[in-house]
Nanobody
Framework: QVQVVESGGGLVQEGGSLRLSCTAS????????MAWYRQAPGKQRELVAG?????TTTYADSVKGRFTISRDRTKVYLEMNSLKFEDTAVYYC???????????????WGQGTQVTVSS
Protein backbone atom coordinates (compact mmCIF):
# COMPACT_ATOMS: atom_id res chain seq x y z
CA GLN A 1 0.00 0.00 0.00
CA VAL A 2 1.11 3.52 -0.76
CA GLN A 3 0.24 6.56 1.33
CA VAL A 4 0.51 10.21 0.39
CA VAL A 5 0.34 12.60 3.32
CA GLU A 6 0.43 16.41 3.26
CA SER A 7 1.23 18.85 6.02
CA GLY A 8 1.91 22.53 6.50
CA GLY A 9 -1.35 24.27 5.77
CA GLY A 10 -2.76 26.99 7.96
CA LEU A 11 -3.94 30.58 8.25
CA VAL A 12 -1.74 33.40 7.03
CA GLN A 13 -2.21 37.07 6.19
CA GLU A 14 -1.92 38.38 2.66
CA GLY A 15 1.70 38.80 1.70
CA GLY A 16 2.77 36.04 4.04
CA SER A 17 4.38 32.68 3.35
CA LEU A 18 3.67 29.02 3.97
CA ARG A 19 5.49 25.82 3.14
CA LEU A 20 3.59 22.66 2.32
CA SER A 21 5.15 19.22 2.55
CA CYS A 22 4.07 15.89 1.13
CA THR A 23 5.51 12.44 1.67
CA ALA A 24 4.88 9.29 -0.36
CA SER A 25 5.52 6.08 1.54
CA UNK A 26 4.73 2.40 1.51
CA UNK A 27 5.28 -0.32 -1.07
CA UNK A 28 8.25 -0.26 -3.42
CA UNK A 29 7.71 2.35 -6.07
CA UNK A 30 9.48 4.83 -8.28
CA UNK A 31 8.27 8.36 -8.77
CA UNK A 32 7.31 9.57 -12.22
CA UNK A 33 6.07 12.94 -11.04
CA MET A 34 4.61 14.71 -8.06
CA ALA A 35 2.38 17.74 -8.05
CA TRP A 36 0.28 20.08 -5.98
CA TYR A 37 -3.32 20.81 -6.86
CA ARG A 38 -5.81 23.05 -5.12
CA GLN A 39 -9.55 23.37 -4.92
CA ALA A 40 -11.33 26.47 -3.74
CA PRO A 41 -15.02 26.39 -2.68
CA GLY A 42 -17.27 26.17 -5.72
CA LYS A 43 -14.37 25.73 -8.11
CA GLN A 44 -12.76 22.81 -9.89
CA ARG A 45 -9.50 21.30 -8.72
CA GLU A 46 -6.60 22.91 -10.55
CA LEU A 47 -2.92 22.17 -11.00
CA VAL A 48 -0.72 24.54 -9.00
CA ALA A 49 2.74 23.11 -9.65
CA GLY A 50 4.37 19.87 -10.72
CA UNK A 51 7.81 18.32 -10.85
CA UNK A 52 8.84 15.23 -12.79
CA UNK A 53 11.53 12.66 -12.15
CA UNK A 54 14.02 14.72 -14.15
CA UNK A 55 13.40 17.80 -12.05
CA THR A 56 11.44 19.70 -14.68
CA THR A 57 8.86 21.94 -13.07
CA THR A 58 5.61 23.47 -14.25
CA TYR A 59 3.47 26.16 -12.64
CA ALA A 60 0.05 27.65 -13.04
CA ASP A 61 0.29 31.18 -14.39
CA SER A 62 -1.38 32.51 -11.27
CA VAL A 63 1.46 31.33 -9.02
CA LYS A 64 4.53 31.83 -11.21
CA GLY A 65 7.16 33.85 -9.42
CA ARG A 66 5.50 33.33 -6.04
CA PHE A 67 5.44 29.55 -5.52
CA THR A 68 8.32 27.09 -5.80
CA ILE A 69 8.01 23.33 -5.99
CA SER A 70 10.91 21.09 -5.03
CA ARG A 71 11.49 17.42 -4.37
CA ASP A 72 13.77 15.41 -2.13
CA ARG A 73 13.50 11.67 -2.73
CA THR A 74 9.93 10.77 -1.72
CA LYS A 75 9.04 14.22 -0.42
CA VAL A 76 7.73 17.18 -2.36
CA TYR A 77 7.49 20.71 -1.07
CA LEU A 78 5.58 23.81 -2.09
CA GLU A 79 7.07 27.07 -0.92
CA MET A 80 4.37 29.74 -1.17
CA ASN A 81 5.35 33.39 -0.90
CA SER A 82 3.45 36.64 -1.37
CA LEU A 83 0.22 34.81 -0.68
CA LYS A 84 -2.99 36.35 -1.91
CA PHE A 85 -6.57 35.97 -0.72
CA GLU A 86 -7.36 34.05 -3.91
CA ASP A 87 -4.79 31.38 -2.97
CA THR A 88 -7.20 30.20 -0.29
CA ALA A 89 -8.07 26.58 -1.02
CA VAL A 90 -7.57 22.99 0.01
CA TYR A 91 -4.21 21.91 -1.37
CA TYR A 92 -3.77 18.31 -2.48
CA CYS A 93 -0.60 16.39 -3.18
CA UNK A 94 -0.60 14.05 -6.15
CA UNK A 95 1.95 11.32 -6.77
CA UNK A 96 2.26 9.53 -10.09
CA UNK A 97 4.09 6.34 -9.19
CA UNK A 98 5.24 3.12 -10.81
CA UNK A 99 4.28 0.36 -8.39
CA UNK A 100 6.74 -2.52 -8.73
CA UNK A 101 4.62 -5.36 -7.32
CA UNK A 102 1.70 -4.39 -9.57
CA UNK A 103 3.95 -3.57 -12.52
CA UNK A 104 1.91 -0.52 -13.39
CA UNK A 105 1.64 3.24 -13.00
CA UNK A 106 -0.85 4.46 -10.45
CA UNK A 107 -2.04 7.84 -9.23
CA UNK A 108 -2.24 8.63 -5.52
CA TRP A 109 -3.77 11.60 -3.72
CA GLY A 110 -3.29 12.97 -0.26
CA GLN A 111 -6.16 13.95 2.00
CA GLY A 112 -5.64 17.66 1.46
CA THR A 113 -4.49 20.51 3.68
CA GLN A 114 -6.33 23.80 4.11
CA VAL A 115 -4.59 27.05 3.25
CA THR A 116 -6.45 30.19 4.25
CA VAL A 117 -5.16 33.63 3.35
CA SER A 118 -6.82 36.50 5.18
CA SER A 119 -7.18 39.86 3.50
Amino acid sequence: QVQVVESGGGLVQEGGSLRLSCTASGSDFSINAMAWYRQAPGKQRELVAGINSGGTTTYADSVKGRFTISRDRTKVYLEMNSLKFEDTAVYYCNADLFIYYANRVQDFWGQGTQVTVSS
